[in-house]
């Protein structure tokens, strides 16, 4: 891990909330992503480390804070690593 910074698209797949990078383009392009309050358009927008990242899954809504970001995809117990969750699913 790093503490760089790395495509929206991918750290929503490498912190496990998509099952695909293509999953995760597309809920970015349909506007179900948020980075810092602001809406997201393209999947290419970076965070880092600090930034607040809002997302919508079905019917729920998660805001978490970014806490690392990953050289790659690794098992759930080290996703859960790269971010925290201030309060729990709207």
């Given at each position: 891990?790093?503490?760089?910074?790395?495509?929206?698209?991918?750290w929503l797949w490498f912190a496990r909330f998509c099952k695909s990078?293509?999953?995760?383009?597309?809920?970015?392009?349909?506007?179900?992503?948020?980075?810092?309050?602001?809406?997201?358009?393209?999947?290419?927008v970076t965070v880092r480390p600090g930034d607040r990242v809002t997302v919508t899954l079905g019917r729920f809504r998660r805001t978490v804070v970014v806490?690392?970001?990953?050289?790659?995809?690794?098992?759930?117990t080290k996703a859960r690593l790269l971010f925290e969750e201030p309060a729990p699913p709207e």
């Amino acid at each position: 891990m790093s503490g760089e910074s790395l495509r929206l698209d991918k750290w929503l797949w490498f912190a496990r909330f998509c099952k695909s990078r293509s999953l995760a383009q597309k809920l970015i392009e349909r506007g179900q992503a948020r980075l810092n309050g602001a809406a997201v358009e393209k999947p290419s927008v970076t965070v880092r480390p600090g930034d607040r990242v809002t997302v919508t899954l079905g019917r729920f809504r998660r805001t978490v804070v970014v806490c690392d970001v990953a050289d790659r995809r690794g098992p759930a117990t080290k996703a859960r690593l790269l971010f925290e969750e201030p309060a729990p699913p709207e």
